[in-house]
């Protein structure tokens, strides 16, 4: 049985930090590509950033990129996120995603497994 378990969501003030994680379950690293995606009510899910199934160099969304950093550790299948300097605009439901490796759909929203969500939200 696949399991993405969130956690480290949280409500912030703008400047501040969240840290994010993600424990993988009955999902192997090695076949998978690994997603953090994020929805807001009323709007579809968007794509945050990814790490492919082999490299361990991640990818971002344009308006996270120097703010966000994606990480895993293989030995614990454990991702994480680590975010920084957040705006009201970073407010969400947070998902941890999982996408079947060389489907080209690595920098996208599309996923085949995600997790319940841990909820971030940014006021002021």
């Known amino acids: 049985e696949v399991q993405l378990v969130e956690s480290g969501g949280g409500s912030v003030q703008p400047g501040r930090s969240l840290r994010l994680s993600c424990a993988v379950s009955?999902?192997?690293?090695?076949?998978?590509?690994m997603k953090w995606v994020r929805q807001v009510p009323g709007k579809g899910i968007e794509w945050v950033s990814s790490l492919g199934s082999i490299s361990d160099t991640p990818y971002y969304q344009d308006a996270v990129k120097g703010r966000f950093t994606m990480s895993r550790d293989r030995a614990t299948n454990t991702l994480h996120l680590q975010m920084k300097t957040l705006t009201p605009e970073n407010t969400a439901m947070y998902y941890c995603?999982?996408?079947?490796?060389?489907?080209?759909?690595?920098?996208?929203?599309?996923?085949?497994?995600r997790g319940q969500g841990t909820q971030v939200t940014i006021y002021s």
């Open positions: 009955g999902l192997p690293f090695s076949t998978y590509d």
């Open positions: 995603a999982a996408v079947r490796r060389w489907s080209g759909e690595l920098l996208n929203s599309k996923i085949d497994f």
